[in-house]
T-cell receptor, first 115, second 111 residues
Framework: DTGVSQNPRHKITKRGQNVTFRCDPI?????LYWYRQTLGQGPEFLTY????????KSRLLSDRFSAERPKGSFSTLEIQRTEQGDSAMYLC?????????????FGEGSWLTVV | DAKTTQPNSMESNEEEPVHLPCNHS???????IHWYRQLPSQGPEYVIH???SNVNNRMASLAIAEDRKSSTLILHRATLRDAAVYYC????????????FGGGTRVLVKP
């Protein structure tokens, strides 16, 4: 049983560059979440998908951020024109919605450092 | 989202039980109580969840107050690998079912 997979695990980029993170959820999980976590803080919700539909976006998800899940399987999170404040760990999670007690499983995260 | 209150940190000795309290006085009838933990440099890991009754699994036990306004996560015998930040979260199935994290409790286990 493979868990939630995130790539790349670490990314260092210059301010102003674009970056993209990929998330492969657990097979057959229909719901996928993105969170952001900065040092010393708990994860903050960004957005989630039910299959390919993006159902909710946090106010934290500025216009520079875009997430997609085109075929209802893997997802990408793109950050355009990165700023130093974007430096954080980006977490992906998935679950099988529609059953009772559906657990949300997290990936290991993708660390972004903007220099 | 309903909020939870947890102590910032707790210390325990190895092989002793750890009781992690969580207050959630504004809990609603549809809120499940979930606990996750996060080891350094890793993503959060599911620990346990419950609605009204106490729950046990291989990782921990969850004791829920009768009025559901508080709960306690119990680690029966702490090991050094249990050192982590533990998050108590109310998950509302009527509001997208997402997890809203607070600050959590940092648990330090002393050998």
């Amino acid at each position: 049983d493979t868990g939630v997979s995130q790539n790349p695990r670490h990314k260092i980029t210059k301010r102003g560059q674009n970056v993209t993170f990929r998330c492969d959820p657990i097979s057959e999980h229909n719901r996928l979440y993105w969170y952001r976590q900065t040092l010393g803080q708990g994860p903050e919700f960004l957005t989630y998908f039910q299959n390919e539909a993006q159902l909710e976006k946090s106010r934290l998800l500025s216009d520079r951020f875009s997430a997609e899940r085109p075929k209802g399987s893997f997802s990408t999170l793109e950050i355009q024109r990165t700023e130093q404040g974007d430096s954080a760990m980006y977490l992906c999670a998935s679950s099988l919605e529609g059953i009772s007690g559906n657990t949300i499983y997290f990936g290991e995260g993708s660390w972004l450092t903007v220099v | 989202d309903a909020k939870t209150t947890q102590p910032n940190s707790m210390e325990s000795n190895e092989e002793e039980p750890v009781h992690l309290p969580c207050n959630h006085s504004t809990i609603s009838g549809t809120d499940y109580i979930h606990w996750y933990r996060q080891l350094p440099s890793q993503g959060p890991e599911y620990v346990i969840h419950g609605l009204t009754s106490n729950v046990n699994n291989r990782m921990a036990s969850l004791a829920i107050a009768e009025d559901r306004k508080s709960s306690t996560l119990i680690l029966h015998r702490a090991t050094l690998r249990d050192a982590a930040v533990y998050y108590c979260i109310l998950r509302d199935q009527a509001a997208g079912n997402k997890l809203t994290f607070g600050g959590g409790t940092r648990v330090l286990v002393k050998p």
